[in-house]
T-cell receptor, first 114, second 114 residues
Framework: DQQVKQNSPSLSVQEGRISILNCDYTNSMFDYFLWYKKYPAEGPTFLISISSIKDKNEDGRFTVFLNKSAKHLSLHIVPSQPGDSAVYFCAASASGGANSKLTFGKGITLSVRP | EAGVVQSPRYKIIEKKQPVAFWCNPISGHNTLYWYRQNLGQGPELLIRYENEEAVDDSQLPKDRFSAERLKGVDSTLKIQPAELGDSAVYLC????????????FGPGTRLTVL
């Protein structure tokens, strides 16, 4: 049973436009959410996170929105750049301290066309 | 600051052979994680260490997998004997133990079992 779902396996957008990557979760105990970015042959790299006490967190071109009632979060990238082309993983953790287990989705492959 | 180091980067073995992976976490990070990432999936936690203590090994297949983190720094993950289904990328991550649960990943070891 997948507790973190990224239902769209891929997304293609034009450079300069907005990329919206979606993630749904089923475990209501999750209270911290992270997005990781992964290039081929590299490990995942932390991008941005959000606590369940917030509904939005912004860092430069990246914004994460959290809708707790819908158990849904999204990552917005604007404007999208070709270097953003990578696999994006949504991850979640439940209360249990700073080092709680992360549950990952399957990932979304983002392609940004020049 | 040096990142998480893993070796080897690639390993090809025949089934029933043993294999070992090594990880050196970021200096000062007390928490170390081993994840397995199957093709087209997100990383899945195998084991988590706090210093030298394994605090979560519930997902580790203990009949063939073992891990150790002597002295609370480097860690080794072993599979003996390897099976075809063990082909995957094995990721090591470390965390400083701050409240944001950000984990820093190494590049991974891609294991192919023939």
């Amino acid at each position: 049973d997948q507790q973190v779902k990224q239902n769209s396996p891929s997304l293609s957008v034009q450079e300069g436009r907005i990329s919206i990557l979606n993630c749904d979760y089923t475990n209501s105990m999750f209270d911290y959410f992270l997005w990781y970015k992964k290039y081929p042959a590299e490990g995942p790299t932390f991008l941005i996170s959000i606590s369940s006490i917030k509904d939005k967190n912004e860092d430069g071109r990246f914004t994460v929105f959290l809708n707790k009632s819908a158990k849904h979060l999204s990552l917005h990238i604007v404007p999208s750049q070709p270097g953003d082309s990578a696999v994006y993983f949504c991850a979640a953790s439940a209360s249990g301290g700073a080092n709680s287990k992360l549950t990952f989705g399957k990932g979304i492959t983002l392609s940004v066309r020049p | 600051e040096a990142g998480v180091v893993q070796s080897p980067r690639y390993k090809i073995i025949e089934k029933k052979q043993p294999v070992a992976f090594w990880c050196n976490p970021i200096s000062g990070h007390n928490t170390l994680y081993w994840y397995r990432q199957n093709l087209g999936q997100g990383p899945e936690l195998l084991i988590r260490y706090e210093n030298e203590e394994a605090v979560d090994d519930s997902q580790l297949p203990k009949d063939r997998f073992s891990a150790e983190r002597l002295k609370g720094v480097d860690s080794t993950l072993k599979i003996q004997p390897a099976e075809l289904g063990d082909s995957a990328v094995y990721l090591c991550a470390s965390s400083p133990g701050t409240t944001n649960n950000e984990q820093f990943f190494g590049p991974g070891t891609r294991l192919t079992v023939l």
